[in-house]
């Protein structure tokens, strides 16, 4: 079947925020606690973080990363996880019903930060805690010396300030599960408070307010406006989340489900304009899509383990296990990124070594990358500079999630520098191959760098420790470039990366 495609140099969407890849670690499971973070491993460096996981997130490039929750931060306390070890308390997690030995805090994690070439993304407690604490964790982390909480920082080992800019405030407070839940009318009116204050202490902090959990919920999405009524002018950006499943064991309308958080963003986008009308104000606060990924295969293994009441120390929960149909879902949930990337500035991968996660680890052993590691790879770091506007015309199919789905899920980013054009592209048709037509506008002398194919003959293929290379990119040389066009024969069911050189 064809597909023709138009890309033209000057019809772009948006400059992409390099902070689209962005990541997130939770105190949940083994994401901290033999994930990043095992004294005795034979990988571990001085500060007992896993040199192995550093390498496989280091070539990510994933320029932030979230921390220390998710639904975690809503009834921590920051203190307990910053000054000597031996002397930190060991907490209950109401959130995840496991202890915290708070060996990693706050000042650990901002030096992992810098061994992982990325930036921390801070989440204050607005649920069991409030203004006040998120001040004060400011000041300890920020402020130079000289004052209470600067200095409690020097004492404790950390005598630059981290200069965090970019923080949360809260996690998913919409949500009844959520320690210290709030109605949209409470949210807000803490979030304006708390921002005015830590605005008080720098104005150049971005910060990030709540917005629904998923486009599910009751309250959405009158919970974006009544929030953004009480905090509009304090705030930059609006948090959105999202996970996939595909319980009923349908592929095709497991794909398109990416048609529902492109009609999520969307949506979204409409609120953000009304508010701002409302306002007359002449910002516009930008979407932080903060939490995204498949999550759906350990779900009965993580009712079991929660389920036998014991409060155990960094169990195996949320350890999904991806197979290579996620590849497919991951590579359009980054293409919809992409393509919205005017409204979405941020986006963080949920999260990033073992829980729902790109890279695993055997306690004591291995790490490795799993099948979703690669479309996210590829989009780091061919995903920066323009996105284009393209016109695609091609065969559809109707789902139960939406009618005329395109067979052809694809997104292009011109490069900064403007010497190269990538093309993201997924074939979701299950049977059949796509012929691939671009005609390129504006892009004289275009060359082939490399194609990439990502394809499986069985959808539930997976990487395991034992066998870490099942599901694996493979360049291949399909792709022609002739008369100003780019034809490629798609393979059914593949993910494809194709550069060109313009």
């Given at each position: 079947?064809?597909?023709?495609?138009?890309?033209?140099?000057?019809?772009?969407?948006?400059?992409?925020?390099?902070?689209?890849?962005?990541?997130?670690?939770?105190?949940?499971?083994?994401?901290?606690?033999?994930?990043?973070?095992?004294?005795?491993?034979?990988?571990?460096?001085?500060?007992?973080?896993?040199?192995?996981?550093?390498?496989?997130?280091?070539?990510?490039?994933?320029?932030?990363?979230?921390?220390?929750?998710?639904?975690?931060?809503?009834?921590?306390?920051?203190?307990?996880?910053?000054?000597?070890?031996?002397?930190?308390?060991?907490?209950?997690?109401?959130?995840?019903?496991?202890?915290?030995?708070?060996?990693?805090?706050?000042?650990?994690?901002?030096?992992?930060?810098?061994?992982?070439?990325?930036?921390?993304?801070?989440?204050?407690?607005?649920?069991?805690?409030?203004?006040?604490?998120?001040?004060?964790?400011?000041?300890?982390?920020?402020?130079?010396?000289?004052?209470?909480?600067?200095?409690?920082?020097?004492?404790?080992?950390?005598?630059?300030?981290?200069?965090?800019?970019?923080?949360?405030?809260?996690?998913?407070?919409?949500?009844?599960?959520?320690?210290?839940?709030?109605?949209?009318?409470?949210?807000?009116?803490?979030?304006?408070?708390?921002?005015?204050?830590?605005?008080?202490?720098?104005?150049?902090?971005?910060?990030?307010?709540?917005?629904?959990?998923?486009?599910?919920?009751?309250?959405?999405?009158?919970?974006?406006?009544?929030?953004?009524?009480?905090?509009?002018?304090?705030?930059?950006?609006?948090?959105?989340?999202?996970?996939?499943?595909?319980?009923?064991?349908?592929?095709?309308?497991?794909?398109?489900?990416?048609?529902?958080?492109?009609?999520?963003?969307?949506?979204?986008?409409?609120?953000?304009?009304?508010?701002?009308?409302?306002?007359?104000?002449?910002?516009?606060?930008?979407?932080?899509?903060?939490?995204?990924?498949?999550?759906?295969?350990?779900?009965?293994?993580?009712?079991?383990?929660?389920?036998?009441?014991?409060?155990?120390?960094?169990?195996?929960?949320?350890?999904?296990?991806?197979?290579?149909?996620?590849?497919?879902?991951?590579?359009?949930?980054?293409?919809?990124?992409?393509?919205?990337?005017?409204?979405?500035?941020?986006?963080?991968?949920?999260?990033?070594?073992?829980?729902?996660?790109?890279?695993?680890?055997?306690?004591?052993?291995?790490?490795?990358?799993?099948?979703?590691?690669?479309?996210?790879?590829?989009?780091?770091?061919?995903?920066?500079?323009?996105?284009?506007?393209?016109?695609?015309?091609?065969?559809?199919?109707?789902?139960?999630?939406?009618?005329?789905?395109?067979?052809?899920?694809?997104?292009?980013?011109h490069s900064e520098d403007g010497r190269t054009l990538t093309f993201f592209a997924v074939n979701r048709h299950p049977d059949t191959a796509l012929d691939l037509d671009v005609r390129l506008e504006g892009f004289g002398g275009a060359r082939l760098i490399e194609q990439v194919e990502m394809t499986h003959g069985d959808?539930?293929?997976?990487?395991?420790?034992?066998?870490?290379?099942?599901?694996?990119?493979?360049?291949?040389?399909?792709?022609?470039?002739?008369?100003?066009?780019?034809?490629?024969?798609?393979?059914?069911?593949?993910?494809?990366?194709?550069?060109?050189?313009?």
């Open positions: 079947m064809k597909t023709s495609v138009v890309a033209h140099r000057d019809f772009r969407i948006s400059t992409i925020d390099a902070r689209l890849y962005s990541s997130f670690l939770e105190h949940l499971g083994r994401a901290i606690y033999g994930g990043i973070y095992e004294p005795g491993h034979p990988t571990a460096d001085e500060d007992g973080f896993r040199r192995d996981v550093l390498d496989l997130v280091r070539e990510l490039d994933t320029p932030y990363c979230r921390y220390p929750g998710g639904n975690f931060v809503s009834a921590y306390n920051w203190e307990d996880g910053v000054g000597p070890r031996s002397e930190r308390p060991v907490r209950l997690d109401l959130a995840w019903r496991t202890r915290e030995a708070n060996q990693i805090g706050v000042n650990e994690f901002v030096d992992w930060c810098k061994k992982a070439n990325t930036k921390p993304m801070l989440a204050v407690n607005l649920g069991s805690r409030g203004l006040d604490a998120a001040r004060n964790f400011l000041e300890y982390c920020n402020h130079p010396g000289g004052t209470y909480w600067s200095d409690l920082r020097r004492k404790h080992g950390w005598s630059n300030p981290h200069d965090v800019k970019l923080w949360c405030l809260g996690n998913e407070m919409d949500g009844p599960w959520q320690v210290g839940h709030k109605s949209a009318y409470e949210y807000g009116r803490l979030a304006d408070e708390t921002a005015k204050a830590m605005r008080g202490f720098d104005k150049s902090l971005e910060l990030v307010v709540c917005g629904s959990s998923n486009s599910d919920m009751k309250t959405y999405p009158q919970w974006e406006a009544e929030v953004l009524e009480q905090c509009y002018d304090s705030a930059d950006y609006i948090s959105l989340h999202m996970y996939f499943a595909n319980r009923e064991k349908n592929t095709l309308n497991y794909l398109a489900r990416a048609t529902k958080l492109d009609r999520y963003i969307t949506t979204i986008g409409g609120v953000i304009d009304y508010i701002k009308a409302k306002k007359r104000s002449k910002k516009t606060i930008g979407i932080s899509f903060d939490e995204w990924n498949v999550w759906y295969h350990s779900n009965q293994q993580d009712k079991e383990i929660l389920a036998r009441d014991e409060w155990p120390d960094a169990p195996h929960l949320l350890e999904d296990i991806y197979n290579f149909e996620d590849v497919l879902q991951v590579g359009g949930i980054l293409n919809t990124f992409i393509r919205r990337s005017d409204r979405v500035r941020i986006a963080c991968i949920a999260q990033l070594v073992n829980v729902i996660a790109p890279i695993m680890t055997e306690d004591g052993g291995a790490a490795w990358r799993q099948t979703i590691y690669y479309p996210f790879y590829y989009a780091s770091r061919y995903g920066r500079g323009s996105a284009l506007q393209l016109v695609v015309d091609g065969p559809t199919y109707d789902s139960d999630e939406e009618n005329e789905v395109p067979y052809l899920d694809v997104s292009a980013v959808l539930e293929a997976v990487n395991t420790a034992r066998r870490p290379e099942t599901v694996v990119p493979a360049k291949v040389e399909s792709a022609k470039i002739e008369d100003g066009r780019v034809r490629a024969p798609l393979k059914p069911l593949s993910y494809n990366v194709i550069r060109l050189s313009v």
